[in-house]
Nanobody
Framework: QVQLKESGGGLVQTGASLRLSCAAS????????MGWFRQAPGNEREFVAV??????QYYADSVKGRFAIFRDTKNTVYLQMNGLKPEDTAIYYC??????????????????WGQGTQVTVSS
């Protein structure tokens, strides 16, 4: 059974750092695009970052320079979040795109999703 499981969320103050992890299981994900999305209350799910299968990383403008996405060789992808701001508060989701779509900014390109982890940044 294919499964993505996020961890590492929590409640932090402005300026703090968090590292989210996403453990993928059920098959190999080494040739998938692996992305992070987030959804705040009342908002649509939005793109945060992607680690493409060929090793490039892309970020939303709102997190560029503060967040970093990386992956290991064991089906785990991470999101290092530094300089957190209250507007980063959201549920963060990990996602996998086995078709390696060029439109990796769109949530519709991803077939597999985790259950999400809450990140709350207090001011």
């Amino acid at each position: 059974q294919v499964q993505l499981k996020e961890s590492g969320g929590g409640l932090v103050q402005t300026g703090a750092s968090l590292r989210l992890s996403c453990a993928a299981s059920g098959r190999t994900f080494s040739t998938d695009h692996m992305g992070w999305f987030r959804q705040a209350p009342g908002n649509e799910r939005e793109f945060v970052a992607v680690h493409t299968w060929f090793g490039k990383q892309y970020y939303a403008d709102s997190v560029k320079g503060r967040f970093a996405i990386f992956r290991d060789t064991k089906n785990t992808v991470y999101l290092q979040m530094n300089g957190l701001k209250p507007e980063d508060t959201a549920i963060y989701y990990c996602a996998a795109d086995p078709d390696r779509s060029d439109n990796y900014y769109s949530s519709r390109s991803y077939d597999y999703w985790g259950q999400g982890t809450q990140v709350t940044v207090s001011s």
